[in-house]
DNA sequence: CATTTATTTCTGTACATACAGAAATTTCTG
DNA sequence: CAGAAATTTCTGTATGTACAGAAATAAATG
């Protein structure tokens, strides 16, 4: 497994913007890896080509794994695994979105629930404090229930969505445009 | 400054999602406290609110300037900073994510056409990388397309979009509502 | 201009996470 | 069921980040 240029480019690139993104940089750069694999590659490969000991390649496929990003293939008369993920983006990007919104928007909808009860009784201090965190939570419940109903189109129709940018405000009934021009 | 039960679950929750999205536990912190406090707060009512050394609420707050979510009022009669954030959500939500499009998104983009640029002559497993990187910078280039139409929209226009959820779909075009049913 | 007060930068330490190698476990083969 | 091969879990080390306190700088007052 030699890397090209490009490859180890967008590797090591993948790896730090996951960093970012409070994702495990090996993590990241095993994804990257195998998006860019044509066929699927086993853990000795993948740690090979990375420069990662197989114990990390292990535990950052388990977590792959665990976001439902990479598959496990087993090959007859081969009892090593086949790693491989989609090579789809936006299944992939919709993936993502939907583990995130189950691991942490979720339960952050929960706890702002849970502290505009709390908040009830108390002064005005309290008062400010916890319309603020209405707020916040109209806000997590708008923005979720969007998502609870978009991520349920087809993918054409989203793609279809996204290619009119702002152009879907042309055709929006008179009450969402009124304010527009 | 004497922290309410609410206003501690929701800023130690807060720092915990920043952590998870890339952020400085502290510096989400910070910000959580200044977005449920009434008035602007000093450094030092900060640090003594969330028990943290003067010098790390500096450096939080700095951050969180460098984001444009934390403006400085000056007082008359009163050397020191009162710092304070929006109370509006989207307004803090859309400044995030404008920030994040600029430090990550773009230049992931400049990134990914380089690699295919260099992955331009190469062997038949070097047509596949290079088709994968040109199909993850289209999907960039889509989502951040649909970006810088959609935030030059105003503010009810845009709410009045999430507010629509899937129920957008109902009045696309017949190309886009071909394949939904 | 010295003195006080606020803020920022610097530096050492503590903590947490990442990771390599070893050990243990599981899976498969003859 | 013994032996081999692959995988996972465990453990010590190393690297990096967060942060408190100190030092330095900047701003303001009398």
Redesign the interface.
């Known amino acids: 497994m030699e890397l ?4 180890r ?2 590797i090591l ?1 993948w790896g730090e ?1 996951g ?4 994702v495990n940089r090996t993590v990241a750069q095993v994804h990257a890896l195998l ?2 694999s ?1 066929q699927a590659l086993t853990a000795e490969e993948i740690g090979e080509a990375l420069s990662v000991a197989r114990s990390n390649v292990s535990t950052s496929l388990k977590e792959l794994q665990n976001w439902n990003l990479v598959q496990v293939e087993s090959r007859i008369g081969d009892r090593r695994d086949f790693f491989r993920t989609s ?1 789809d ?2 299944t992939l ?1 919709l993936t993502v979105v939907e583990q995130r919104v189950e691991r ?1 928007i979720v339960p ?1 909808l929960e ?2 629930n ?3 009860a ?2 009830r009784g ?1 002064g005005s ?2 008062a ?3 319309s ?2 209405a ?2 939570r ?2 997590l419940e ?2 979720h ?2 998502y ?3 991520r ?3 993918a ?2 989203l793609r ?10 042309r ?3 008179k ?6 021009d």
Chains 1, 2 share one sequence.
């Open positions: 090209s240029d490009a490859a480019e967008f690139h913007m960093a970012r993104w409070g998006y860019l044509p090579s983006v936006w990007f942490e952050t706890m702002l849970r502290c505009v709390t908040a108390g201090s309290q400010v404090v916890r603020r965190i707020a916040m109209d806000f708008e923005i229930g969007w609870c109903q978009v349920k189109l087809p054409p129709a279809s969505l996204i290619g009119m940018g702002s152009g879907i405000t055709i929006l009934p009450a969402g445009r009124r304010r527009l």
